[in-house]
């Protein structure tokens, strides 16, 4: 199993949509979850970081399940701007953090 | 808004040749990572440093790589004997703590020929 699993995608979605990525992690003493976007051919940068209480920015939602070791990412009312790769992030003990491999996102005018 | 500043922006060199690529990271920054990103692939953590000394490595950082913090404000990976599949974008990134999320910087792009 890998360590963070993500749906590759593309997803291809209508602006307006509502639109939802899950990912799955395979070491249960995982500390850390956050979802960051990357788009083409540039860096990473934080989207949110992810609670068990889960958490809201704007129209972004982020939930954690330990117990299922399960994270997701909402985004409603999708822009164009939201097109990109989103990428799944897993912090270990130790500092370490392991990425997915990202899901594709396309909005469409 | 403070950002991590890394140079050179695109490194070409030769293979068997030593590089080292430099990171500014935010400046109350506590944490360091390097991570690397083969082209069309994931990104993957190459190592992790704090209080001056490596905290976590991968397995991918190995003995041809090292990594320095030579002035209290850059930060340095050094990459010896340069192989073709070293190739790849390597990005620096900062955090203020260790669980709150990380600011990369907009990468090097190494190129091994």
């Known amino acids: 199993r890998k360590e963070v699993e993500q749906d590759p995608g593309p997803f291809n979605v209508p602006e307006g949509a509502t639109v939802a990525f899950n990912c799955t992690y395979s070491?249960?003493?995982?500390?850390?979850f956050f979802w960051y976007r990357q788009d083409c051919r540039k860096e990473p940068k934080l989207l949110m970081s992810?609670?068990?209480s889960g958490n809201e920015d704007g129209r972004f939602t982020a939930q954690l399940n330990r117990a299922s070791q399960y994270i997701s990412l909402l985004i409603r009312d999708s822009k164009l701007s939201d097109s990109a790769t989103y990428l799944c992030v897993v912090g270990t003990e130790g500092f370490k953090t392991i990425f997915g491999a990202g899901t594709r996102l396309f909005v469409k005018a | 808004e403070p950002e991590v500043t890394q140079t050179p922006s695109h490194q070409v060199t030769q293979m068997g040749q030593e590089v080292i690529l430099r990171c500014v990271p935010i400046?109350?920054?506590?944490?360091f990572y390097w991570y690397r990103q083969i082209l069309g692939q994931k990104v993957e953590f190459l190592v992790s440093f704090y209080n001056n000394e490596i905290s976590e490595k991968s397995e991918i950082f190995d003995d041809q790589f090292s990594v320095e913090r030579p002035d209290g404000s850059n930060f340095t990976l050094k990459i010896r004997s340069t192989k073709l599949e070293d190739s790849a974008m390597y990005f620096c990134?900062?955090?203020?703590?260790?669980?709150?999320?990380?600011?990369f910087g907009s990468g090097t792009r190494l190129t091994v020929v």
């Open positions: 400046s109350n920054h506590l944490y």
């Open positions: 992810v609670y068990s």
């Open positions: 990134a900062s955090g203020r703590t260790s669980n709150y999320g990380y600011t």
């Open positions: 070491n249960s003493a995982s500390q850390s």
